[in-house]
């Protein structure tokens, strides 16, 4: 560990345009907790636990919303966009920034390559007769073009994207309590709170069988950290990523356990299963007219929102791995419009193998980049909490300044770090 005090305000800059604005940032936070593993790996996860899911995605934000006060500690103490990858390379060495970066890489690839299956499976929702592979090549191309351009166009497309998302699980929530309380539409009359434990119970295959959605649950929630990867292009990050990660736990109330209570309350959880969004379906049932096609359309735009953050995130890691020699230098230019595009390109060329795999085994093509995706996701957030342990020695020990947003185990004694810190 280095023992020089690094401060916030005057962290070098890194050639990105700081063209990420606050209402950008907090869409691109609120955006990250919703995404295909809620709107499309729901339906499987619900299947195997039934109501009991509820509980799973809830104990699962839990431990999220504590990784991601680590992180905020110390991307306060120092904002780039290597983040968790710069971190494990200055609290745990090298070799772990190496193998951190090119894992969070990874996770993004494979990440992008399921939110272009699930892309694939909406747009078959409209069109049965187009192949699986043609959609998702299709929305490979758009994407990639959008993030080359610009980091304010990814940043305005991202925004839209996540504003849909927020705006129709909202109208979701609402017309379901409206389905409960008021009893109209064709689900009307078997809606009830008491589907969440009257068929079968509320584990109504066991605790063990819950506890196995728990890798699919996990993988929901791949993309919070995203806001980390933000740091060195956000306009003013010591004011932005502190709201944007304390909003995290109503982000979680609302759209995961919020919309999964309304979703289990107005369709028994029986009637779900894999290889459907349990959105689509429920508001199938509800039986108001074009519903299913307008909750298709949102997931659609989920998907895409997430395959976005993947092409921005991958082509940022890659540029920190050069800066540190870890990966070949190419990756590590900048265009004219200072956007990493040799990583990006390479990256999306790799995402395109999800387009192979939709050609050759659409059926399983989710299930297999998901649980890659997910293993990915645990060692970056493993990495975030085991360098923000070593962060808090040292600065407990008077190596380095304390952050401006400690984490909560440790917000008591802010007030001794910060003084220690600028003696």
């Known amino acids: 560990m280095t023992s020089a005090q690094v401060d916030t305000e005057n962290v070098p800059e890194e050639g990105y345009e700081r063209g990420l604005g606050s209402r ?34 809830a104990l699962a934000g839990v431990v999220i919303f504590f990784i991601m006060r680590a992180l905020g500690e110390l991307l306060l103490y120092r904002p780039v966009s290597g983040s968790f990858a710069e971190y494990a390379r200055e609290f745990l060495g090298p070799f772990f920034g190496f193998v951190t970066g090119w894992t969070y890489w990874l996770m993004w690839v494979v990440t992008g390559m399921a939110e272009l299956t699930a892309a694939a ?18 929305f490979l191309v758009v994407l990639f073009g959008v993030n080359l351009i610009s980091v304010k166009i990814f940043g305005e497309v991202e925004f ?34 008491s589907n969440l434990w009257s068929h079968d119970g509320f584990f109504p295959n066991g605790i063990g069988s819950s506890l196995m959605t728990l890798q699919g ?18 306009e003013n990050p010591e004011k932005t990523l502190p709201k944007a990660i304390n909003t995290l736990p109503w982000r979680i109330i609302v759209f995961y356990v919020g919309a999964l209570l309304v979703i289990l309350s107005v369709v028994k959880w029986t ?29 659609l735009t989920a998907a895409l929102s997430s395959c976005n953050s993947g092409m921005y995130s991958t082509g940022r890691m890659l540029r920190d791995l050069a800066a540190n020699s870890e990966a070949p230098q190419a990756f590590g230019k900048l265009n004219a419009r200072k956007t990493p595009a040799v990583g990006i390109t390479v990256s999306v060329a790799l995402m395109g193998i999800g387009v192979v795999l939709n050609y050759v085994v659409p059926e399983k093509a989710f299930l297999y980049v998901t649980s890659v995706a997910t293993a990915a996701g645990i060692w970056t957030w493993m990495m975030i909490l085991v360098s ?14 304390a952050s401006s947003f400690p984490a909560p185990a440790v917000r008591s004694s802010a007030g001794s770090r910060s003084s220690s810190s600028s003696a």
Do not use: C
Not at 121 to 138: C, D, K, N, R, T
Not at 217 to 234: C, D, I, P, Q, R
């Open 24 to 57: 950008q940032v907090q869409m691109i936070a609120i955006g990250g907790a919703i995404g295909v593993g809620l709107f499309m790996g729901a339906g499987a996860n619900i299947a195997k636990a039934g109501p009991s899911i509820i509980l799973m995605y």
């Open 160 to 193: 839209w994207f996540s504003m849909i998302k927020v705006t129709a699980i909202i109208g979701m929530i609402v017309i379901g309590l409206g389905v409960l309380t008021l009893g109209f539409s064709d689900a009307g009359d078997t809606a009830t709170v």
């Open 388 to 401: 923000h342990i070593r962060y808090r020695a040292a600065v407990d020990a008077g190596r380095l300044r």
């Open 121 to 138: 499976i909406y747009i078959h929702f409209w069109f049965p007769e187009i192949p699986q592979w043609v959609s998702a090549l299709v």
């Open 217 to 234: 649950v996990m993988f929901a929630y791949l993309a919070v950290e995203l806001v980390g990867v933000t740091a060195g292009e956000s």
């Open 271 to 299: 009637e779900f299963s894999a290889g459907e969004s349990p959105f689509v379906h429920a508001f199938g049932e509800i039986g108001i007219p074009l519903a299913a096609g307008i909750v298709n359309f949102v997931v």
